[in-house]
């Protein structure tokens, strides 16, 4: 295995901003969920058909998995973001490219991350208010657009990588 050098990058303000997002999806998902506890009946819709219908049913306390899936990606995609020289990468790693491979990586986890929270809450805002029996065909379109902001940041990724080889 090649040793590639270990950078310690800075956040740079989209970094921060994106970050700052995710601890926000992230809070409001625990305090939606604490919030709807009492709220929602006994037993919730718990997975939905490829139509959006809940197809599969579980218990009131399940409301706090989705938020538990957010936190437990957010820790584990923080971490591993703090290893970048270990990451695969499309192109050889230089001492001319380092950087900006680095940063274009990290960014790209750290958007991924965003958006995979994002999914999960606006999945958590689906489950309860489908359990309180609203409706919220608005919001399926909402996980179509956050799926497609990640085949967006995994393209860019990858041409932006080979563009700066």
């Known amino acids: 295995m090649v040793q590639r050098p270990k950078l310690v ?6 970094d921060k901003i994106v970050e ?20 929602v009946p006994a037993e919730i819709p718990v997975h939905f058909n490829i139509f959006g219908e809940a ?33 695969n990468y499309p192109v050889p790693i230089t001492q001319a490219n380092v950087e900006y491979q680095y940063r274009l990586a990290t960014r790209m986890i750290r958007i991924l991350k965003m ?7 606006v999945g958590f805002v689906i489950t309860s208010q489908t359990a309180l029996g609203r409706n919220v065909v608005g919001l399926k379109l909402v996980i179509l657009i956050f799926m497609a902001g990640i085949v967006g940041v995994l393209s860019y990724t990858v041409f932006a990588s080979q563009r700066r080889r």
């Open 115 to 121: 958006l995979l929270i994002g999914i999960f809450a």
């Open 55 to 87: 197809d599969a049913y579980g218990q009131k306390s399940m409301i706090f998995l989705l938020p538990i899936v957010c936190t437990a990606l957010y820790v584990l995609l923080t971490i591993v973001n703090q290893f970048p020289h270990a990451f």
């Open 9 to 14: 990058l800075p956040l740079r303000s989209l």
């Open 20 to 39: 700052g997002v995710c601890v926000f999806m992230l809070v409001s998902a625990w305090i939606l969920a604490t919030y709807y506890w009492p709220r």
